[in-house]
């Protein structure tokens, strides 16, 4: 499922304490990011997740004051889904934000790579 599906739901817990949820891209899968299967195939076996995004955006706001959070992947064809809970953090590691980066993202974060609003996030699984 992880490796077809084209959307992911993450979800965080708002400042007021409500879950707040949104559909993110699936870097994980294989036919619209192929350029990120080396990548991410690393993080494998913790299942760890990644995820980009602006900084100025609600959800980071949300993870720096409550890091946990989760990820639900949903497969609508074969009825079939799966729930990652875990810790989220913002990375501002060079490396892992240059491996992650692809030039579709220019129309995101016309700045490019260096642009201060692009973001990654990490969700480091505890439970599935």
């Known amino acids: 499922i992880i490796n077809r599906v084209e959307l992911v739901y ?6 007021d304490g409500y879950p707040s949820t949104r559909a993110m891209l699936n870097l ?3 036919n ?5 299967v080396s990548f991410m195939s690393q993080f494998d076996e913790n299942l760890t997740l990644f995820f980009t ?11 720096i004051n409550n890091s946990k959070g989760s990820a639900y992947f949903c497969d609508i ?9 875990g810790e989220i953090e913002v990375v ?23 642009s201060v609003d692009f973001t990654i ?3 480091n699984a505890k439970n599935i």
């Open 10 to 15: 993450l979800t965080t817990i708002n400042l």
């Open 28 to 30: 994980r899968n294989k």
């Open 32 to 36: 619209q990011f192929p350029q990120l």
């Open 53 to 63: 995004t602006n900084r100025s955006t609600a959800k980071v706001i949300d993870i």
């Open 77 to 85: 064809v074969s009825k079939q889904g799966f729930l990652v809970q």
């Open 92 to 114: 501002d590691d060079n490396a892992i934000k240059e491996a992650i980066w692809l030039d579709d993202w220019f129309t995101y974060f016309p700045e490019g790579i260096e």
């Open 121 to 123: 996030l990490r969700l």
